[in-house]
């Protein structure tokens, strides 16, 4: 069978398209759209003089962060509706699934709770908040409304950076940890199990009893040979 970190992984990237492809298509037709298009291509542009060495950094820098702030102050709605749909897809639709998205249950995995008692809501919320962005989402609607550009571009680079961290923390304890479970499972009370199909156990059992098996044939041959010394 497959690792557990890496059915985690895969799963996760499904769903984070499956929410990609649901906030294009609500989105698609809004009109500052247009305006974060043309904020996009700015910033790209400069990215590319930056690049080739047409512009000093100390340019890039100031104007990057102008063609930033204007791309999430015209992104304000998109992220507005991609942070319900996150919500309900991570938090609402996993509760209703008992801990499955369908990135979960392609790759045959699920979220239990880590003490075994029954998962509620604010379990999967709190999963939601840290590793599904909602959290970041959040903040980052609260500062592009409530902060002028100057300090928003501030405070803005220390969250990104923060969750940055975060994430590189979670991902690395799902891959390295023996029971894979991230920062977020640990502040939700959760883990993510495998769910093992009947013929799969079959196999495994199979297996088990092959492996007994030569070790017992493997002991009585080093019997024998003591034996006869």
Same mark, same amino acid.
């Given at each position: 069978?497959?690792?557990?970190?890496?059915?985690?992984?895969?799963?996760?990237?499904?769903?984070?398209?499956?929410?990609?492809?649901?906030?294009?298509?609500?989105?698609?037709?809004?009109?500052?759209?247009?305006?974060?298009?043309?904020?996009?291509?700015?910033?790209?542009?400069? @990215?590319?003089?930056?690049?080739?060495?047409? $512009?000093?950094?100390? =340019?890039? &820098? +100031?104007?990057?962060?102008?063609?930033? /702030?204007?791309?999430?102050?015209?992104?304000?709605?998109?992220?507005?509706?991609?942070?319900?749909?996150?919500?309900?897809?991570?938090?609402?639709?996993?509760?209703?699934?008992?801990?499955?998205?369908?990135?979960?249950?392609?790759?045959?995995?699920?979220?239990?709770?880590?003490?075994?008692?029954?998962?509620?809501?604010?379990?999967?919320?709190?999963?939601?908040?840290?590793?599904?962005?909602?959290?970041?989402?959040?903040?980052?609607?609260?500062?592009? @409304?409530?902060?002028?550009?100057?300090?928003? $571009?501030?405070?803005? =680079?220390? &969250? +990104?950076?923060?969750?940055?961290?975060? /994430?590189?923390?979670?991902?690395?304890?799902?891959?390295?940890?023996?029971?894979?479970?991230?920062?977020?499972?640990?502040?939700?009370?959760?883990?993510?199990?495998?769910?093992?199909?009947?013929?799969?156990?079959?196999?495994?059992?199979?297996?088990?009893?092959?492996?007994?098996?030569?070790?017992?044939?493997?002991?009585?041959?080093?019997?024998?040979?003591?034996?006869?010394?």
């Amino acid at each position: 069978m497959k690792p557990l970190s890496y059915k985690r992984i895969v799963a996760y990237f499904i769903d984070i398209l499956i929410i990609t492809v649901l906030s294009t298509l609500l989105t698609y037709f809004l009109p500052e759209n247009k305006e974060y298009e043309s904020s996009a291509t700015e910033y790209l542009d400069l @990215l590319n003089q930056y690049t080739n060495k047409e $512009i000093e950094q100390e =340019d890039f &820098t +100031t104007q990057s962060a102008d063609a930033v /702030y204007s791309m999430n102050r015209n992104s304000v709605t998109v992220t507005v509706v991609t942070t319900v749909l996150t919500i309900s897809y991570f938090v609402v639709y996993a509760y209703f699934m008992e801990g499955q998205t369908l990135g979960k249950k392609l790759m045959k995995i699920k979220i239990v709770s880590n003490d075994k008692h029954k998962l509620t809501m604010n379990n999967y919320l709190i999963r939601g908040l840290l590793i599904n962005s909602i959290l970041m989402n959040i903040l980052g609607i609260i500062f592009i @409304l409530g902060l002028n550009k100057t300090t928003y $571009i501030k405070v803005n =680079d220390i &969250t +990104t950076y923060l969750f940055g961290f975060i /994430y590189v923390i979670t991902f690395g304890m799902v891959l390295f940890r023996d029971d894979k479970r991230g920062l977020h499972d640990f502040l939700a009370g959760t883990k993510v199990i495998a769910i093992t199909d009947k013929k799969e156990v079959v196999e495994e059992e199979k297996e088990e009893v092959k492996e007994k098996d030569d070790k017992l044939k493997d002991a009585e041959i080093i019997g024998e040979k003591k034996l006869k010394m």
